[in-house]
């Protein structure tokens, strides 16, 4: 369990990393962002924007978190990988793209899109490296591109640079490769879901996390056998539960705020859905308690949980709540701190 939560501590360290060494060029610094939807998948169903340079400029972050934020940067599972990079995920890091596309079981596995500025010749080196000493690492081609296929357990990953100063990482060969045509401008994104689309044009900017999640996104999924062979998937999508869209955000300044839209079918729906909410946020607070019993540190996280509250209007949920630096760094320390040393990499086979 130590190992697998190591490897997740670094992977978007790794992702970074390997995808940049395709790159060609930096950026100019006053190079603009990329548009949030040039590289998604047409199928995408639903977004999260992260705002990197905002948080990092936010109160709450420069007064509570950098110090906590730095320690994590100078972990050996992360220092393993970004030595010798020249790479800064506190400076080189603009912005995050994750897109929620439809997979086998229901949702698939990441489709990441990282904004920012790296040292091709550098990170070259490394991942070359890497791929020596790590199995897991195996350096491909899509096309004329040089990507990388990362073999996780139970979830291959994909990642190569686009563009320059833009990467992504897929959990398939297929939507990398459509990445990478849309980069060269092969293809342009076309949205099956049209509403996604409307969704995305009316984020707030002044957000530091942004979130746009259309009907037809899907939320989970199974798949079964029938008589005389074969495989029936089903997936599960938002509109099943009765939820058209969901929209808002996080605001980060000194402290850390959200407010969360969900436009269900109907006033029935809205009213059915919010009464599911309050109990499963009420399981989410007695787990939570149970956890901090054993880990004082997590107190901070209880008292974000009691300010969640939801209310309804007609077909719409709203749900907000606060929280301050100190419970996302009870977060950091839990998730990071209590990991046992990582041993030193082994050594690239003579």
């Given at each position: 369990m130590c190992s697998m939560l190591r490897l997740r501590g670094g992977l978007l360290a790794v992702a970074l990393l390997l995808a940049s060494s395709a790159a060609h060029a930096a950026p100019a610094p006053d190079e603009p962002a990329v548009k949030i939807d040039k590289y998604l998948p047409d199928d995408t169903g639903g977004v999260f924007v992260v705002d990197v340079k905002q948080i990092l400029a936010s109160k709450a972050f420069t007064k509570d978190l950098k110090k906590q934020v730095e320690e994590v940067l100078k972990l050996d599972q992360v220092q393993v990988v970004l030595k010798d990079t020249g790479f800064d995920p506190l400076k080189d890091i603009d912005r995050i793209v994750l897109a929620i596309t439809p997979g086998a079981q229901g949702m698939s596995g990441p489709f990441l899109l990282v904004e920012g500025r790296f040292d091709a010749a550098k990170l070259t080196a490394k991942a070359a490296d890497l791929s020596k000493q790590f199995p897991i690492i195996k350096e491909i081609e899509i096309g004329k591109t040089k990507?990388?296929?990362?073999?996780?357990?139970?979830?291959?990953?994909?990642?190569a640079l686009v563009d320059k100063g833009a990467f992504v990482l897929a959990a398939s060969k297929e939507e990398l490769a459509e990445a990478i045509e849309k980069a060269g401008g092969k293809r342009k994104t076309e949205f099956k879901s049209k509403s996604l689309a409307k969704l995305?044009?009316?984020?707030?900017?002044?957000?530091?996390?942004?979130?746009?999640?259309?009907?037809?996104?899907?939320?989970?999924?199974?798949?079964?056998?029938?008589?005389?062979?074969?495989?029936?998937?089903?997936?599960?999508?938002?509109?099943?539960?009765?939820?058209?869209?969901?929209?808002?955000?996080?605001?980060?300044?000194?402290?850390?705020?959200?407010?969360?839209?969900?436009?269900?079918?109907?006033?029935?729906?809205?009213?059915?859905?919010?009464?599911?909410?309050?109990?499963?946020?009420?399981?989410?607070?007695e787990e939570i308690a149970r956890e901090a019993v054993r880990n004082k540190e997590l107190a901070p996280v209880i008292e974000v949980v009691k300010t969640i509250k939801s209310t309804v209007n007609d077909q719409t949920i709203t749900t907000e709540g606060k929280g301050t630096a100190a419970s996302v760094e009870a977060l950091i320390k839990a998730w990071f701190f209590e990991i046992a040393p990582v041993p030193p990499p082994p050594a690239p086979a003579k």
């Amino acid at each position: 369990m130590c190992s697998m939560l190591r490897l997740r501590g670094g992977l978007l360290a790794v992702a970074l990393l390997l995808a940049s060494s395709a790159a060609h060029a930096a950026p100019a610094p006053d190079e603009p962002a990329v548009k949030i939807d040039k590289y998604l998948p047409d199928d995408t169903g639903g977004v999260f924007v992260v705002d990197v340079k905002q948080i990092l400029a936010s109160k709450a972050f420069t007064k509570d978190l950098k110090k906590q934020v730095e320690e994590v940067l100078k972990l050996d599972q992360v220092q393993v990988v970004l030595k010798d990079t020249g790479f800064d995920p506190l400076k080189d890091i603009d912005r995050i793209v994750l897109a929620i596309t439809p997979g086998a079981q229901g949702m698939s596995g990441p489709f990441l899109l990282v904004e920012g500025r790296f040292d091709a010749a550098k990170l070259t080196a490394k991942a070359a490296d890497l791929s020596k000493q790590f199995p897991i690492i195996k350096e491909i081609e899509i096309g004329k591109t040089k990507a990388y296929e990362l073999n996780l357990p139970g979830q291959p990953a994909y990642v190569a640079l686009v563009d320059k100063g833009a990467f992504v990482l897929a959990a398939s060969k297929e939507e990398l490769a459509e990445a990478i045509e849309k980069a060269g401008g092969k293809r342009k994104t076309e949205f099956k879901s049209k509403s996604l689309a409307k969704l995305i044009a009316k984020m707030d900017p002044k957000l530091a996390i942004n979130v746009a999640c259309a009907g037809e996104m899907p939320t989970g999924g199974s798949a079964r056998s029938v008589p005389g062979g074969g495989i029936v998937r089903m997936v599960r999508t938002l509109a099943d539960e009765g939820i058209d869209s969901v929209t808002g955000g996080v605001t980060v300044g000194e402290d850390i705020t959200g407010k969360i839209h969900f436009t269900t079918r109907d006033a029935d729906t809205a009213k059915k859905v919010a009464a599911e909410f309050e109990v499963g946020l009420a399981r989410m607070h007695e787990e939570i308690a149970r956890e901090a019993v054993r880990n004082k540190e997590l107190a901070p996280v209880i008292e974000v949980v009691k300010t969640i509250k939801s209310t309804v209007n007609d077909q719409t949920i709203t749900t907000e709540g606060k929280g301050t630096a100190a419970s996302v760094e009870a977060l950091i320390k839990a998730w990071f701190f209590e990991i046992a040393p990582v041993p030193p990499p082994p050594a690239p086979a003579k």
